[in-house]
């Protein structure tokens, strides 16, 4: 399907335990980004990547771990999950990174850390 | 470090009333851009509209309005005639200009809740 996808939509997992949560676009898109949408705080973003093997830190990023081998996909890790990281997530991209380009949203994962 | 000040945390208003979203940000680039996502209850984040620094016309699509005024360091939305399928949190976000990378800043969110 064209766009772009986020999976699981759901899971939970344990403390202390690795878990990935895949993106996937099928725009080509250059820029994605990952937030974790937290009551209160809105959304905050956790990583970007520029292009394939370009990444970078955003607001929150320790406890992640993100790569970009191909340019439509974006995975996310949490190496050792904590409870602080129960959140929703949401992966995005963006066709370049000019600054007026409008993200297009995943439909978000919901993680729940026990 | 850019700020997005959205303080009304939740509003309720009944059905056909106008309603207004503050968002209030900060920066110090003088090229920046301004957003407002909309998010229903069913969870995916809407894309409504764009500003850039430069352009302080405001702008109107159908119900919906924006103010823009660079002298308050707002970006103000308004709803006229609100309607239930309006029910939704509303963001508004921040981006930096050429080079910032595209990244966003978002507020708080305002949950709109219009009721019959």
């Known amino acids: 399907d064209a766009g772009i996808t986020q999976s699981p939509r759901y899971k939970i997992t344990e403390t202390g335990r690795q878990v990935t949560l895949m993106c996937h676009q099928t725009?080509?898109?250059?820029?994605m980004f990952w937030y974790r949408q937290d009551l209160g705080h809105g959304l905050r973003l956790i990583y970007y990547?520029?292009?394939?093997?370009?990444?970078d830190k955003g607001e929150v990023p320790d406890g992640y771990v993100v790569s970009r081998s191909k340019t439509e996909n974006f995975p996310l890790t949490l190496e050792s999950a904590t409870r602080s990281q129960t959140s929703v997530y949401f992966c995005a991209s963006s066709e370049r990174g000019q600054g007026y380009e409008e993200q297009y949203f995943g439909p978000g994962t919901r993680l729940t850390v026990t | 470090a850019q700020k997005v000040t959205q303080a009304q945390t939740e509003i309720s208003v009944v059905e056909k009333e106008d309603v207004t979203l503050d968002c209030v940000y900060e920066t110090r680039d003088t090229t920046y851009y301004l957003f407002w996502y909309k998010q229903p209850p069913s969870g995916e984040l809407v894309f409504l509209i764009r500003r850039n620094s430069f352009d302080e016309q405001n702008e109107i699509s159908g119900r919906y309005s924006w103010n823009f005024q660079k002298s308050t360091s707002s970006f103000n939305f308004t709803i006229t005639a609100s309607q239930v399928v309006d029910s939704a949190v509303y963001f508004c976000a921040l981006s930096e200009g050429a080079g910032g990378g595209n990244k966003l800043t978002f507020g708080t969110g305002t949950q709109l809740k219009v009721e019959l």
């Open positions: 990547s520029a292009a394939a093997d370009i990444t």
């Open positions: 725009w080509s898109h250059s820029y």
